[in-house]
Each structure stands twice: as C-alpha cells, then as structure tokens.
C-alpha cells in the first residue's frame, strides 16, 4: 500500500472523493504492538501521518534494531518530534489495549493475513497495484445507472 | 696487415655508432615522455571528477510523504485515524502491519 498511497492521496483523497481508514494489525506481535504504539504517541504531537510514513520508509532497520524502542525514538526524533514526550507515551503502554481490541476485532472479521483492503466494503486481499485500486475506487465513484 | 686491423677496427666502430643511433631514435623523447606521464596522470583525475559528478551507486530513492500537510487527518468513533474527508463517499479500510 505504502508504494501506491501517494498516488491515491494525490488523486482521490485531497480531491474529498476518498478517505482512508488505518487499521493496524500486529501480526508480528511485540514488534508490532510497539509500531503502532509510536504511531498514537507520533498523534499526540499531531504527527501520525509523518511518522506512520517514517516506520515504513525504515521498516528493515527496525526489523533488525536490538532495541526497537529506542529505534522508535530515534525516528521521532528524526521527524522532529519531542522524543522526552515520545518516549514518555512510548513508556506508559496507555494505547495498548486499545491496539489489540483493534487487532481482534479484524482477526474476528476474517482478517487473517496483510495487508488487507476493503473499499466500500468490497475486500481486496494482498498488496494491489495502483491500477487496480484505481479501477475499484473509479467503479465506486461512477454514477449509478 | 696493419692497415687492414685498421679498417676492420673502424668498421666495427661504425656499426656501433649505427646501431646506437638506431636505439636512440626508437626510444621515446623527452617530449613524448611527458606526454606520456600526462596521460598516465589525466584519466585519474578525469576518473574522479566522473566519480564525483555521476555516482556509480544508485542513490537511495526518497520516498514521498504518505500525505500532504493540506490533508485532513480525524479519528473515527472506533478510535482509528481517518485520513481524509471524513464524508468521503468512498472509504478505504487499510488492514496492514509496520512490519
């Protein structure tokens, strides 16, 4: 998705046509989970998008840091945020919870791989190329005959 | 008999004198030397300014930001972050892991 989602930003969602709801699974369990987790403490300094952009443009050196925590902060700090506050969020646990109801909730849905997509609630299972979001989402948008 | 060690004398010294001068003309001058020692020493900086100027490693392709600053970011009623017009007829449920 990541490789494509500028592309339907640029055409569907600035455009008011589209809007893009994140679900993150945790599939890799602890790794994840902390993931996620950076991307809420990221939000709390307004910042979920850019840092959300910033784990996937790094995934591979988080997926080998020794400490991923600490990986996690360096990136916060990367994209300029305050990585005391960072770090402080990252330490209290507080969306925890919240992420694996979140998780269970999909699994619950017959979401058992990534990634996963649902336009309208049509499913696309596997990542797509961008012609073939464009071909579903343009179906969506087309008037009703 | 003299007279003819003489002459075989000077011969020899003739063809030791053709045969210097023969070696002389095939060795380089002193003019082709340097040019010689230019060349050696012009593709070594040639190769660096080549090195400097266009990179034989691709560079690192920067990946674009998953959205513009202009883009409206919300969190729904379940908690997830909604990027976009709330009101957006179509939604895109994202289903996906950071790793």
Do not use: W
Not at chain 1, 60 to 75: I, K, N, P
């Amino acid at each position: 998705m990541l490789e494509v989602e500028p592309q339907l930003i640029t055409q569907y969602v600035t455009t008011g046509q589209m809007q893009i709801v994140v679900r993150p699974l945790l599939q890799y369990g602890p790794d994840s989970l902390l993931a996620a987790h950076a991307a809420e403490c990221a939000h709390e300094q307004n910042a979920f998008i850019a840092m959300r952009s910033a784990i996937y443009d790094v995934q591979g050196t988080l997926y080998m840091a020794d400490d991923l925590q600490a990986a996690l902060a360096d990136v916060a700090q990367s994209i300029a945020l305050d990585r005391t506050a960072f770090s402080a969020c990252m330490a209290s646990e507080r969306y925890n919870e919240a992420l694996y109801q979140g998780y269970t909730r999909a699994t619950s849905s017959g979401i058992v791989a990534r990634p996963v997509f649902e336009l309208n609630g049509q499913r696309l299972i596997g990542s797509q190329s961008l012609e073939t979001f464009k071909r579903v989402i343009d179906a969506l948008l087309a008037p009703a005959p | 008999m003299h007279r003819s060690i003489a002459i075989t004398l000077l011969v020899s010294i003739a063809l030791l004198i053709a045969g210097c001068a023969s070696a002389t003309s095939d060795a380089p001058t002193s003019a082709t030397t340097a040019a010689n020692s230019t060349s050696a020493s012009t593709p070594t900086t040639a190769a660096i300014s080549i090195r400097t100027s266009t990179p034989t490693v691709p560079l690192p392709t920067t990946v674009a930001p998953a959205a513009p600053e202009s883009v409206p970011m919300s969190v729904d009623a379940d908690g997830y972050h909604v990027i976009g017009d709330p009101a957006a007829p179509v939604v895109m449920t994202d289903y996906s892991d950071y790793f």
